[in-house]
C-alpha cells in the first residue's frame, strides 16, 4: 500500500455534535458489514494507520513557506530508495552552502518540441529562501539528507492548478547529489488548495528518467549520474551530481542524450592481445625497459 506523507498544521477540536455525529455513521457502517467483512476492514485499517505512522516518523518538517517546504529525511527511508552506488555514501553537510549555485545551473525544458527554449529550473526568487535553509543546516552536528518541495502557480488558475517539483538533496565531504523525484508535475485541485495539499508526497525509489528534462550549464562540476554497472539505460536523467569524482561519469553528461547521441561501448578487450604484441615489439626493438614492459603489460591484464 502506498502511503502518502501529508503534514497538517493544528486545528480546532470538532464540536461534541460534530464527533458523535461521525462516530454514530462509523458505527451504522460498522454493524453493516458481515463478520468476515469486519475483520478484514480491521486489519487493513490497522495496516493502513501503522504503515502511514512509520513513515510520517521518518521524514519531518523541519522548514516551510508558502511555496517552499524542507524536510529531514531518515537514514533507513533514504538509503533503501536512492540508486545503489549513490545509498552507500557518507553524508555530510559541508557543501550545502553550494546548493543555490547548483539550482542555478539546472534547467528544464517545459516542452517536448526541439525548437523551445530551456528555462530555470528553480525560480531565482526561491534562491534566498535556500540559502538561508542551506546556512541553517550546514551547521548541524549530526548529517542528514533532506527533501525539498516546491510549487509554482498556474497563471491561469492559481488558486487550483500547480507544478509542483521535489527532490531530495545528499551532501558528502566532496560535493553534493541532487535525486529528483518529480519534475513540475502538473497538479490540479478541485478547490483552492492549502498548503497542506500541495506538499503531500509519496516516496518511492529513484529511478532513470528516460526523458530529456534537465540540461546542466555547469560544465565544470556537475553532471547527469550514469550507473557504472549497467551498460544500456543507466543514465538518470533525473539525478544530478555536483563535484563528487567517483559519481561523475567520463566524460561528463550535461544531458540525457537522444538516442542519435549514444555511443555502444567499445568492447576494449578485444584490442588487449593486439597491444600486447605491440608492447612485446616495442621492447625488442629496446624503445621500453623491461620494468615499463611489466608494468604496462600488468596494466593490459587487467583491462583483459
Known sequence: MACAFHFSPDKKPNTIKNKTSRYTVFSVFINSLTASSKKSFVLLLIFFIT????????????????????????????RKIFPNEVS??????IKFTELPNVLKSIQ???????????????????????????????????????????????????NVKILK??????????????LFHEINTNISFQTQYSFEDWVIFHPSPIKPIYRPELWLRDKQHTSLYKDKLVSKNG???????YQIPELIPNPPLYKYPKEEEVIAPVEQWKSVPEKLKALEEMRK???????????KKTELLKEF
Do not use: H
Open 51 to 78: 504503515d502511514c505512522s512509520s513513515f510520517a516518523s521518518k521524514i519531518k518538517l523541519i522548514d516551510s513557506s508558502a511555496s517552499l517546504a524542507f524536510f529531514e529525511v531518515e537514514e533507513d527511508e533514504w
Open 88 to 93: 552507500k555514501l557518507n553524508i555530510d553537510t
Open 108 to 158: 528544464y525544458k517545459r516542452g517536448v518540441l526541439a525548437y523551445e527554449d530551456w528555462e530555470v529550473l528553480v525560480p531565482e526568487a526561491y534562491l534566498p529562501e535556500i540559502q538561508k535553509f542551506a546556512e541553517k543546516v550546514v551547521t548541524n552536528k549530526e548529517p542528514k539528507v533532506y527533501l525539498c518541495i516546491f510549487k509554482l502557480d498556474d497563471i491561469l488558475a492559481p
Open 165 to 178: 517539483t521535489s527532490f531530495y538533496i545528499l551532501g558528502t565531504e566532496e560535493g553534493l547529489v541532487l
Open 235 to 241: 543514465i538518470y536523467g533525473n539525478v544530478v551530481v
Open 285 to 295: 626493438n629496446q624503445l621500453i625497459t623491461d620494468e615499463e614492459y611489466n608494468r
